[in-house]
């Protein structure tokens, strides 16, 4: 029988028609609490919209429960007559970047496999609030705050995110309520990670004492945040040729001076990317804009992190970078690690 968590995913379903009828879907299904009442929701739903469901789970095989974890979800799908498929890492991942980009590739050759059209994540409104908050603390611009996306293309299918419109608290509940089982990840409490840290100490403490709906909030100011970074990369795409040269590489100083700074400012990051294989800070930029603002004789400069940009009349050219790629920060060491430096 549908409750009113059913019927609010149908609903928003029906409006925003990311899962149409018909479609295959791929559930991501690691067992915890967000996923599996995801699964049971769209199994309740399936009558409805026909869809033709399959589970995927990844088996990292980096803890000793790894394997207990896959046999859970796998008794679970058969209990619920979901076909379901388990892929086990070839190599244990070292990195908890490392791990997520072998899963979102798993996603993506499984979904193709099977014909799929869509991959559904349990992503919850609590954890696009988390998100925005770590990033916001690490550093980072607007557009970098505009983060889990309802929906995105994950190669040559859908990446669907049906459950940001619950929290964490309504997942837990539904469970509870339908007496669904739940794989249990002790890495969960562990506070030597600023995530966990930030899900049972910061979130808590601002609900107590700020607002008591701040993962709606910060879910909501994400969700602006995101329809304000698609309209801006729309215009960045339709600048770029006006603004930046391709060879030899530089930037119109007299053009990017006409334009407001939201857009300066993502110009010129859009053409050091292009150069630079390493991070785009907020000294570097800002650096770039006083060379913009410069005023006309043939200068060189060495910007933060080795860059060599030369001022040559209303270009700024590209010369070199004498600074080596950063390296990458692995997640599990780097979560206890100093942050990165802040993002533009
Ligand atoms: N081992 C797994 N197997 C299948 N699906 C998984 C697995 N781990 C995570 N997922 C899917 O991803 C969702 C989010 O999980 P989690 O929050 O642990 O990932 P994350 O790494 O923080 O998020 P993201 O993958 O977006 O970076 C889960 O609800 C589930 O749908």
């Not at 785009?280 to 910007?303: C, H, M, P, Y």
Request: net charge positive.
């Amino acid at each position: 029988m549908w409750g009113i968590d059913h019927a609010r995913l149908h609903t928003t379903l029906k409006t925003q028609q990311w899962l149409p009828v018909g479609s295959r879907i791929l559930i991501a299904l690691s067992g915890g609490q967000d996923s599996v009442c995801l699964t049971r929701l769209l199994l309740d739903l399936q009558p409805h919209w026909q869809w033709f469901l399959t589970a995927v789970h990844c088996d990292h095989r980096w803890r000793a429960d790894s394997a207990a974890n896959a046999n859970f979800v796998q008794v679970l799908a058969q209990q619920w007559h979901l076909p379901c498929e388990v892929v086990s890492a070839p190599e244990v991942p070292k990195t908890e970047a490392a791990a997520r980009a072998w899963r979102y590739q798993v996603f993506e050759t499984v979904a193709k496999a099977l014909n799929c059209t869509h991959v559904v994540t349990a992503h919850t409104q609590s954890d696009r609030a988390e998100s925005l908050l770590l990033h916001l603390l690490r550093g980072t611009s607007p557009d970098g705050l505009a983060t889990l996306l309802p929906m995105r293309s994950l190669g040559s299918v859908q990446l669907v995110r049906p459950l940001l419109g619950m929290t964490r608290a309504e997942t837990a509940a539904f469970c509870q309520t339908y007496g669904l089982p739940i794989w249990q990840d002790e890495t969960n409490q562990n506070l030597d990670y600023r995530r966990n840290r930030l899900r049972l100490e910061l979130i808590p403490y601002l609900q107590q004492h700020f607002n008591p709906n701040v993962e709606a909030v910060l879910a909501q100011t994400a969700e602006l945040l995101a329809s304000d970074r698609a309209y801006f990369e729309a215009e960045v795409d339709r600048l770029a040729p006006t603004v930046i040269r391709e060879h030899p590489p530089a930037l119109d100083r007299l053009r990017l001076r006409e334009l407001p700074l939201a857009l300066q400012r993502r110009l010129i990051q859009r053409f050091l990317r292009q150069h630079l294989k390493r991070g785009i800070d907020f000294s570097l930029i800002e650096a770039v804009r006083l060379l913009i603002a410069a005023g006309n004789g043939s200068q060189t400069s060495t910007l933060p992190g080795g860059c060599h940009l030369r001022v040559c009349g209303q270009w700024l050219e590209w010369v070199r970078s004498t600074a080596p790629p950063s390296e990458s920060v692995p997640p599990h060491q780097g979560e206890r690690s100093p942050p990165p430096p802040p993002l533009y």
